[in-house]
Nanobody, 127 residues
């Protein structure tokens, strides 16, 4: 059974930093993409960042220059380093994994590309 478990969320002041982690179990994703999405209250889930099997990264315009996605294939973990946090970054952050084998491209920005999802971790940024 495949599981994705996020950790690292919490409450932080504007301008602060958090590092989210997502540990996958049940299978490896070394040749598949992993990504992060978020959903704020009353809003639709939106793309945040993704990293292809090759290490190619993709970011939403709203987080470019502030967030960094990385992965450790040996540990089957994906990270999201979030710096210069803003109140508008407040949301539940979801880890996702899947997509085509060795696929990389703009489709990784869409939630439909991913087969597996975590339960989410709350990130709250106070002003």
């Amino acid at each position: 059974q495949v599981q994705l478990v996020e950790s690292g969320g919490g409450l932080v002041q504007a301008g602060g930093s958090l590092r989210l982690s997502c540990a996958a179990s049940g299978r490896t994703f070394s040749y598949h993409a992993m990504g992060w999405f978020r959903q704020a209250p009353g809003k639709e889930r939106e793309f945040v960042a993704a990293i292809a099997w090759s290490g190619t990264t993709y970011y939403a315009d709203s987080v470019k220059g502030r967030f960094t996605i990385s992965r450790d294939n040996a540990k089957n973990v994906v990270y999201l380093q979030m710096n210069s946090l803003r109140p508008e970054d407040t949301a539940v952050y979801y880890c996702a994994a899947g997509g085509g084998w060795r696929y990389e491209g703009r489709l990784l920005l869409t939630s439909a590309q991913y087969n597996y999802w975590g339960q989410g971790t709350q990130v709250t940024v106070s002003s």
